[in-house]
């Protein structure tokens, strides 16, 4: 498959799934056995009592009647004539030839900044393909920002550009030159290419080394408050890693104090940004209602983070025109995080089985087997994957249900293995866990809803590609457990969860637990390089799906930069989210 040998240079070989795990160490540092989190409950049902666990989640942080009410004046329509305006300005900028081909890639990559970049495809395709076809290497001669820039955007867009043109800025040791750490602006160009680097890439590697350490020396020496604030943005998430809409809102700030600003540009980014967020308003108001009607707002065992799944599916596919999939894509977010809880803190094993085997046979004629709460989970989930069902039956003309059963058995299937794991008190290896986290972190399924929800023509052969679990999805799979696991572990752990990536590594290992983070977070950068790769492949499917794969890791490191930004928001995740739903742009 296309992720063997995934990690087979990354300081310990053991995570394809198909490769065995390296010999090492057996030490198990959690020996003992893990303790219960506090606050239990107890339910009775059938004359038996349940000791039931509690994770003590913080309630919702959104007043779902403010939610609903969310209105703006930002309308496409009531803009529409100048907006066109604006989209004609900027689009002959773009159509404008020049002689300084540096200048007409800063525009571009100025446009997919400020998030514009959805309304001039044709128009970017055709100014990069002249870049790449027309213009020679001349212009670059020992320029490290020109020649980075010009790399990392090629790249973005698919063009094949080899790591030999970093070669110039090597001594005859083969080492990059230790005087471009006093090119600062040159050095910050270098380490957001090196960020496109694909596996094996040694030049690559270096570059990102090279200049992440003297753009760190740099912090500390005498250079513009303006470039200090470049550097550090840059230091916490390179541009490669950031999400589309995240990155719009802060950069049109940024780009309003340029001295090369085009008023043409910025006004148009500040138009879009707010009348998409009018769009976004609606569509939150109406899943507000929908969230509140299930009752599963109300079910205190669990984590009641409908907004929070929005931004998800927001960061996934952004367009205007894929409403349906963030509506649908975000109900199908919540029903997860929900049974997540179901499985992890709520259910007992027999009643885990029970919620197992009855989707996996798609009948709920025994679900009187469940207590309450359990079985207005699983028909909520039923009730809305058949609304789901119907309304691609009506709009796409296919059937999705048989497919839609299946990916929520396999996921289901992973949170069972789990939740066996923690009854057993057995401890995965890292190979074991990875091989079944890839699935229980819910990645498949969500990417599976934003094909076939954004998809204007359904077909088999997309079905059957994407149930093998290809690389392409199995990356950001992979990204999204790690970075999930590395902000979340300290708090699981402490509730008597199963051992996650961390401790798994641990234990085979014997590592610390500082060394075992560094080794995850490394973890993170080898799957980016195997996923810049497969991006270039041949798919049975186009856009928005392929975005939605690298955008799935994007989200994921966005929501756990700073610790757990699902079930505790405050850490970065509202304010991503007051941003944009909340705070219109001031023109």
Not at 91 to 104: N, W, Y
């Amino acid at each position: 498959m296309a992720f063997q040998g995934l990690f087979s240079t990354f300081v310990v070989t053991a995570l394809p799934r198909s490769c065995p795990p390296p010999a090492i160490n057996k030490f198990k540092l959690y020996s003992k056995p893990v303790q219960c989190v506090t606050n239990p409950t107890t339910t009775i049902n059938n004359d038996q009592v349940t000791l039931r666990r509690s994770a003590n989640y913080a309630p919702c942080f959104w007043d779902y009647n403010f939610i609903k009410s969310l209105t703006s004046d930002y309308t496409e329509e009531k803009y529409a004539r100048q907006i066109d305006e604006l989209e004609d300005d900027v689009k002959r900028l773009i159509q404008a030839e020049t002689d300084v081909p540096l200048v007409k890639l800063e525009l571009l990559d100025t446009v997919d900044r400020l998030g514009l970049k959805y309304k001039f495809q044709e128009d970017v395709k055709k100014a990069l393909d002249f870049i790449y076809n027309n213009s020679s290497d001349a212009w670059l001669n020992d320029d490290l920002y020109s020649t980075a820039l010009r790399f990392r955007i090629l790249r973005k867009h698919g063009y094949t550009v080899p790591q030999d043109v970093f070669r110039r800025f090597k001594d005859d040791k083969g080492k990059f030159k230790e005087n471009l750490g006093e090119d600062v602006k040159g050095l910050l160009s270098l380490y957001e290419a090196s960020f496109f680097g694909f596996k094996g890439e040694d030049t690559i590697d270096e570059a990102k080394a090279f200049s992440t350490t003297h753009l760190k020396n740099a912090l500390k020496g005498k250079i513009s408050p303006d470039m200090v604030r470049k550097l550090k943005n840059a230091l916490d998430m390179p541009l490669h890693w950031k999400l589309p809409r995240v990155e719009a809102r802060s950069y049109i700030d940024t780009y309003e104090n340029e001295q090369n600003m085009n008023p043409s540009l910025l006004n148009l980014a500040k138009l879009d940004y707010n009348i998409l967020q009018s769009i976004y308003q609606k569509e939150v108001s109406k899943l507000a209602s929908w969230w509140v009607k299930t009752g599963l707002d109300k079910m205190s065992f669990a984590r009641d983070r409908l907004l929070e799944h929005y931004f998800w599916c927001n960061g996934m596919v952004s367009g205007p025109e894929y409403s349906a999939y963030r509506d649908m894509g975000t109900k199908i977010l919540s029903l997860m995080t929900t049974i997540d809880d179901v499985y992890d803190v709520y259910g007992s094993l027999e009643e885990l089985e029970l919620f197992t085997d009855y989707v996996e046979r798609w009948d709920i004629t025994e679900i009187d087997k469940l207590p309450m709460n359990i079985r207005t989970v699983l028909l909520a989930m039923f009730n809305t994957t058949n609304e789901i069902g119907y309304w691609t039956m009506r709009e796409r003309d296919f059937n999705i249900i048989p497919y839609l059963r299946k990916e929520w058995a396999k996921l289901l299937k992973a949170f069972l293995k789990e939740a066996k794991w923690y009854h057993s008190r057995y401890q995965p290896t890292l190979e074991e866990y990875l091989e079944n986290g890839a699935v229980s972190v819910a990645a498949p399924l969500v990417l599976f809803c934003a094909y076939f929800l954004t998809a204007d023509k359904i077909t088999v052969d997309a079905l059957e590609y994407i149930d093998k679990f290809p690389s392409i999805m199995w990356c950001p799979s992979l990204i999204l457990r790690l970075t999930n696991d590395l902000g979340t572990y300290s708090d699981e752990l402490a509730r008597g969860d199963t051992l996650k990536v961390v401790q798994c590594y641990m234990n085979d290992t014997g590592a610390s637990e500082e060394v075992s983070k560094i080794y995850v977070e490394g973890l993170v950068h080898e799957t980016w390089k195997t996923l810049n790769t497969e991006l270039l492949g041949s798919f049975p499917f186009g856009e928005p799906f392929l975005s939605a794969n690298p955008n799935l890791a994007r989200t994921t490191q966005t929501v756990y930069q700073h610790g757990d930004g699902l079930g505790l928001p405050e850490n970065g995740t509202m304010d991503y989210l007051k941003s944009l739903l909340l705070e219109p742009i001031n023109l």
